[in-house]
C-alpha cells in the first residue's frame, strides 16, 4: 500500500525567502505525482502534475521536482509572498489499471509566509 | 467555465440520520471520484466512478455509505445512520477520464455530526 509522507508538517517564513517543501513515497510504481494547494475551508487546487517519466515540471514561482527511485518529490517556492500561506498537498497516482488514477495523499505542509 | 460543484456546503445533522451529498463535476468529465478529509485520517479515497458505474468502491468505511451517478453527470453520496466519527469534509473530483491530466475539485461539504 502506497504511503505519502511530508516533511515539514508546518513551515513559517518570512516574505521574499525561498523555501522547499518535501513528499516521499514509498512505492515507487508511480503514474504520476501532482501537488496542490488548499486554502482554509475551500477545496484543492492543482499546482503541478510531474508525470513518471518525467523530472520537474515549472510554473511560474512554482517548481516541482520527482526523483522516482529515491521515491521523492520536492516543491520549490521562489521568493515567497503572504498570498503563498496555504496547506500544501502531495499526491500520487499508482500506476496500473486498478488503480483507475486515484490519489494517495500525503498529510499536508502548512505554510505560512509573513511580511 | 463552471468548476465541480458541490452541496450542500455545510451539513449538521444529529447522529443516527440519514445525510445526502451531491457532486456536479465539470461537464464532459467521465471520471468522478469521492475523497474524505478529517482530522485524524487526512484525505482518502472513497470512490471511484466511470460513466455510471463505480468499479473502484474500495474507501467506503461501512455498507453505510453508498454513491450513485447518473446520466453520467451528478453523484450523490449517501451516508446512513450517521455517527460522530463521519465528521469531515466530503471531496469531489472530476476529470475528463482517469488517468489523464490533473483532477479538478469541488470545495467540499463540511459534515458534522452531533
Known amino acids: 500500500k502506497q504511503e505519502v509522507t511530508q516533511i515539514p508538517a508546518a513551515l513559517s517564513v518570512p516574505e521574499g525567502e525561498n523555501l522547499v517543501l518535501n513528499c516521499s513515497f514509498t512505492?515507487?510504481?508511480?503514474?504520476?505525482l501532482q501537488w496542490f494547494r488548499q486554502d482554509p475551508g475551500k477545496g484543492l487546487t492543482s499546482l503541478l502534475l510531474?508525470?513518471?517519466?518525467?523530472r520537474e515540471q515549472t510554473s511560474g514561482r512554482l517548481n516541482a521536482s520527482l526523483d522516482k527511485s529515491s521515491g521523492r518529490s520536492t516543491l520549490y517556492i521562489a521568493a515567497s509572498q503572504p498570498g503563498d500561506s496555504a496547506t500544501y498537498l502531495c499526491a500520487s497516482t499508482r500506476a496500473g489499471g486498478t488503480s483507475y488514477g486515484k490519489l494517495t495523499f500525503g498529510q499536508g505542509t502548512i505554510l505560512t509566509v509573513h511580511p | 467555465g463552471a468548476g465541480v460543484s458541490q452541496s450542500p456546503s455545510n451539513k449538521v445533522t444529529e447522529k443516527g440520520k440519514d445525510v445526502e451529498l451531491r457532486c456536479d463535476p465539470i461537464s464532459g468529465h467521465t471520471a468522478l471520484y469521492w475523497y474524505r478529509q478529517s482530522l485524524g485520517q487526512g484525505l482518502e479515497f472513497l470512490i471511484y466512478?466511470?460513466?455510471?458505474?463505480?468499479?473502484?468502491k474500495s474507501g467506503l468505511p461501512s455498507d453505510r455509505f453508498s454513491a450513485e451517478r447518473t446520466g453520467g453527470s451528478v453523484s450523490t453520496l449517501t451516508i446512513q445512520r450517521t455517527q460522530q466519527e463521519d465528521s469531515a469534509v466530503y471531496l469531489c473530483a472530476s476529470v475528463t477520464s482517469a488517468y489523464q491530466e490533473t483532477q479538478y475539485f469541488g470545495p467540499g461539504t463540511r459534515l458534522l455530526v452531533l
Open positions: 466512478f466511470q460513466g455510471n458505474s463505480a468499479p473502484d
Open positions: 510531474i508525470q513518471s517519466s518525467q
Open positions: 512505492d515507487s510504481a508511480i503514474y504520476n
